[in-house]
């Protein structure tokens, strides 16, 4: 297997402190408003974060009712730093990667760098991204609304 074909890394700038990016990653009221790419929505969203905790998200496309539901287990949790988490969607095909966040001061906000690896093939690598860019978007441009 090609790691670099299975692996994506992407870097967002959060006009946002360290504390409430990481919030908005933990907190399951918070997730459900940003975590899902575009104009899909979070109709749940369990977090237990601590090490050894799981979290069950779901994704749901309002055009045609189609849901996703991805979950894991918290590897690392270093508040306001980092956080590490299994990734696998739920189904007869589970397969199960790593997602690494990590959080730094930048220019009055956050510069997050999020590391997704051990994907299935480079095609899942690539809807990955494409899926994590929209998320990110969506953490971006709405995270001046959380409190």
């Known amino acids: 297997m090609n790691t670099e074909n299975t692996r994506l890394q992407l870097t967002e700038f ?3 402190s360290r504390e409430k990016v990481y919030k908005a990653w933990t907190d399951p009221e918070w997730l ?5 790419p575009g104009e899909m929505t ?9 090490v050894g905790g799981q979290y069950r998200i779901q994704m749901k496309n309002s055009k045609d009712d189609e849901t996703f539901t991805t979950r894991g287990e918290y590897q690392e949790l270093v508040p306001n730093e980092k956080l590490v988490f299994t990734w696998g969607w739920e189904g007869p095909d589970r397969h199960e990667s790593l997602v690494t966040v990590e959080l730094r001061d930048k220019d009055s906000g956050t510069e997050m760098v999020l590391i997704h690896e051990r994907l299935a093939n480079a095609e899942s690598a690539k809807s990955h991204t494409e899926g994590w860019q929209g998320c990110l978007a969506n953490l971006a441009g709405r ?3 959380f409190n």
């Open 14 to 16: 959060i006009a946002a």
């Open 143 to 145: 995270i001046g609304q």
């Open 42 to 50: 979070v109709p749940l969203a369990e977090v237990d974060a601590r």
């Open 32 to 36: 459900s408003r940003w975590f899902a």
